[in-house]
């Protein structure tokens, strides 16, 4: 079937026609897959330069400049809830715990720890554990205020205590039907917040709210 082609145009410039688009349907598909992809070819490229190094603490520096970035950047808004593609994400820094750690006299090496156990061998958090992390202070940043966005600080509904004694989130959750807008990222962004809300004082600073979350995490 021969399709109809047709140029578009705005004013006297005629509209590119791509195969693809930043956001479709609201749906990060081609973004994780992109990101993945860059991600994977960057760690080779480290695993290749630096075959020979030992300090696995080296690598991790190495990991966390050249490699890492691709898989964070603005992740405050396409941090996948589903497993699958959390996984697929998990498993780039997965594979580089394992080249750091290769040299490490295992007792068995068929038989590792589990990944997060080798994360904190060399001072590593898990990917999910940082999103959710970059979620939690984005939010005490609003909250500060550190942060200057009186639309999105709107958006964020504190807890008022009544006369029960059961202890609430701190803050409260807007209702949602449908599986997407449950992760919407603001509404994200304040679950991860009430997780660790009780290490939140608006006393402390951002830093100190920082150390207190990773202290709290490697607990």
Same mark, same amino acid.
């Given at each position: 079937?021969?399709?109809?082609?047709?140029?578009?145009?705005?004013?006297?410039?005629?509209?590119? %026609?791509? *195969?693809? &688009?930043?956001?479709?349907? @609201?749906?990060?598909?081609?973004?994780?897959?992109?990101? /993945?992809?860059? #991600? !994977?070819?960057?760690?080779?490229?480290?695993?290749?330069?630096?075959?020979?190094?030992?300090?696995?603490?080296?690598?991790?520096?190495?990991?966390?400049?050249?490699?890492?970035?691709?898989?964070?950047?603005?992740?405050?808004?396409?941090?996948?809830?589903?497993?699958?593609?959390?996984?697929?994400?998990?498993?780039?820094?997965?594979?580089?715990?394992?080249?750091?750690?290769?040299?490490?006299?295992?007792?068995?090496?068929?038989?590792?720890?589990?990944?997060?156990? %080798?994360? *904190?061998? &060399?001072?590593?958090?898990? @990917?999910?554990?940082?999103?959710?992390?970059?979620?939690? /202070?984005?939010? #005490? !940043?609003?909250?500060?205020?550190?942060?200057?966005?009186?639309?999105?600080?709107?958006?964020?509904?504190?807890?008022?205590?009544?006369?029960?004694?059961?202890?609430?989130?701190?803050?409260?959750?807007?209702?949602?039907?449908?599986?997407?807008?449950?992760?919407?990222?603001?509404?994200?962004?304040?679950?991860?917040?009430?997780?660790?809300?009780?290490?939140?004082?608006?006393?402390?600073?951002?830093?100190?709210?920082?150390?207190?979350?990773?202290?709290?995490?490697?607990?």
């Amino acid at each position: 079937m021969n399709l109809l082609s047709f140029e578009y145009t705005v004013g006297d410039e005629v509209l590119s %026609r791509v *195969q693809t &688009i930043r956001d479709p349907a @609201l749906s990060f598909q081609n973004h994780y897959e992109d990101i /993945i992809d860059k #991600a !994977r070819r960057q760690l080779g490229f480290v695993s290749k330069l630096s075959r020979e190094f030992r300090d696995p603490y080296t690598l991790r520096s190495l990991y966390s400049c050249l490699v890492r970035p691709f898989l964070e950047t603005a992740s405050l808004i396409w941090d996948p809830y589903r497993s699958t593609m959390a996984a697929r994400i998990e498993s780039i820094q997965g594979r580089f715990v394992r080249f750091a750690l290769r040299l490490l006299p295992w007792n068995d090496p068929l038989n590792l720890p589990p990944y997060e156990h %080798r994360c *904190q061998l &060399i001072g590593l958090e898990t @990917l999910k554990q940082r999103r959710k992390r970059a979620k939690a /202070i984005f939010i #005490a !940043r609003l909250l500060v205020p550190e942060i200057d966005a009186p639309n999105v600080l709107a958006q964020i509904a504190i807890n008022v205590p009544g006369y029960t004694l059961r202890r609430s989130d701190f803050l409260r959750l807007p209702f949602r039907r449908r599986d997407y807008s449950l992760h919407e990222p603001i509404r994200s962004m304040m679950e991860c917040f009430n997780d660790v809300a009780h290490l939140f004082d608006f006393n402390i600073t951002i830093n100190e709210f920082k150390s207190r979350i990773k202290r709290f995490v490697f607990s």
